[in-house]
């Protein structure tokens, strides 16, 4: 794996982390209010369609270990590729959210969400379970569009990063009031880290649902979308 993929995919979880969590932070994300709620998920989905453009030529713009799960599983990479990757999106992660606490911390801006944007299960009544599911689901419809859109077989010419950026927008639109939305280890990992540096732990304590979840959605995802690709080529 070359060193300008690994930077492009700092970069990329960098700024996802950034725009996307930093507009759930400044805005709130309240399924009560509509506004916050959307330009949230809008945040989140048009961050994607910007870095898939900007970085996607260099390293496929996973910036998120889910998607490189399901890569992985579907033959895309090797091992060696997957563990950089997911080093990789996690550095650009805790960068990320460094920015968020010194632009959150020097401006004296207030957090609205209460931990950097942090995933828990609030929206869910503290349910382990609910809050299982809704990531399984959620990161399965995610990493299964990416599979399908990113197949040699398929043919969106250059539109590609707009149906995934869409998809993940499709996907915070449902899962923000119930989880948060996080159908991305890397982006969970950092705010909650960071959070509880600052004396919040309740984020850090629910994390290992929001790294379990998506991988096995991703994994879901991949070993589906494999069984379908082959049965179509056998028929």
């Known amino acids: 794996m070359k060193l300008k993929q690994c930077i492009a995919e700092i970069i990329g979880t960098c700024v996802l982390v950034t725009v996307g969590c930093g507009t759930a932070m400044l805005v709130g994300c309240d399924a009560q209010n509509g506004c916050g709620y959307i330009l949230t998920a809008l945040a989140f989905?048009?961050?994607?369609?910007?870095?898939?453009?900007c970085v996607g030529n260099i390293s496929g713009c996973h910036i998120n270990p889910a998607v490189s799960l399901g890569v992985l599983i579907s033959g895309g990479m090797s091992f060696i590729e997957f563990l950089q990757y997911i080093l990789s999106q996690c550095v650009g992660a805790f960068i990320g959210t460094g920015i968020l606490a010194a632009i959150f911390s020097a401006g004296g801006v207030e957090d609205k969400t209460g931990g950097f944007g942090a995933n828990g299960l609030a929206?869910?009544?503290g349910s382990i379970v609910a809050g299982l599911v809704t990531e399984v689901v959620l990161t399965f419809i995610f990493v299964l569009t990416?599979?399908?859109?990113?197949?040699?077989?398929?043919?969106?010419g250059s539109f590609g990063g707009v149906v995934i950026g869409f998809?993940?927008?499709l996907v915070h639109i449902l899962g923000i009031g119930l989880t948060g939305t996080s159908v991305n280890p890397a982006r969970s990992l950092a705010p909650a880290v960071v959070a509880a540096l600052g004396g919040n732990i309740e984020p850090l304590s629910q994390l290992w649902i929001f790294i379990v979840a998506p991988l096995a959605g991703?994994?879901?995802a991949a070993l589906v979308y494999k069984f379908l690709e082959k049965e179509k080529a056998e028929a």
């Open 218 to 220: 991703a994994a879901l």
């Open 167 to 169: 998809t993940l927008t």
């Open 45 to 53: 989905g048009l961050t994607i369609v910007g870095m898939a453009y």
């Open 146 to 156: 990416i599979l399908g859109v990113t197949s040699k077989k398929a043919n969106h």
């Open 123 to 125: 929206g869910v009544n």
